[in-house]
């Protein structure tokens, strides 16, 4: 079982579309967890951090849920350039080493 | 340009060849990782430094890998004796220990194929 899960997608959506991500982690002892954006054939950026009391950055939500061991991320009025894939991404130790998921693509169209 | 920078961005090599790639990370971060990212799947942990000391190595990273941060600035991986499955991406990123934003920042990646 890989430490972090996602789903593949893709996710197809039309523009202006609410869309969300969910995302699983298997160690409890992960300590800080994030969103990072990854265009085709580019490098990984981060999007955002995810906090138990949950963070918004303009029409992004991320979510934690240390219980449940689960994250979500929520874009809402969706746009052509969100169109990427969406890495869940976990850090566990004092290494400060990331964990990532396989990604979950998003296709915004017209 | 004052970000994580990799060289070279492609090589094509034939089995059985030696590669090296090298990454200069930000200027003022100490620490060092190395990552690889085969299609569709998220990048893998391979290793990282701190300054000039290799703290860890993932178990992805057998004995054909070897990597070096020899004055604590830049790195480099070496593969020997490639294999058609060391075939991916090769990202490097940096960080500063203490930073207030706990983010790495990644170098656009070494596409290496193995024919």
């Known amino acids: 079982r890989k430490e972090v899960e996602q789903d593949p997608g893709p996710f197809n959506v039309p523009e202006g579309a609410t869309v969300a991500f969910n995302c699983t982690y298997s160690?409890?002892?992960?300590?800080?967890f994030f969103w990072y954006r990854q265009d085709c054939r580019k490098e990984p950026k981060l999007l955002m951090s995810?906090?138990?009391s949950g963070n918004e950055d303009g029409r992004f939500t991320a979510q934690l849920n240390r219980a449940s061991q689960y994250i979500s991320l929520l874009i809402r009025d969706s746009k052509l350039s969100d169109s990427a894939t969406y890495l869940c991404v976990v850090r566990g130790d004092s290494s400060y080493k990331l964990i990532f998921g396989s990604g979950t693509r998003l296709l915004v169209r017209p | 340009d004052t970000g994580v920078s990799q060289n070279p961005r492609h090589k094509i090599t034939k089995r059985g060849q030696n590669v090296t790639f090298r990454c200069d990370p930000i200027?003022?971060?100490?620490?060092l990782y190395w990552y690889r990212q085969t299609l569709g799947q998220g990048p893998e942990f391979l290793t990282y430094?701190?300054?000039?000391?290799?703290?860890?190595k993932s178990r992805l990273l057998s004995d054909r890998f070897s990597a070096e941060r020899p004055k604590g600035s830049f790195s480099t991986l070496e593969i020997q004796r490639t294999e058609q499955g060391d075939s991916a991406m090769y990202l490097c990123?940096?960080?500063?220990?203490?930073?207030?934003?706990?983010?790495?920042?990644f170098g656009p990646g070494t596409r290496l194929t193995v024919t």
């Open positions: 200027s003022e971060h100490n620490r």
């Open positions: 995810v906090y138990s």
């Open positions: 990123a940096s960080r500063e220990t203490g930073q207030a934003v706990e983010e790495q920042y």
């Open positions: 430094f701190q300054n000039e000391a290799q703290l860890e």
């Open positions: 160690n409890s002892a992960s300590q800080s």
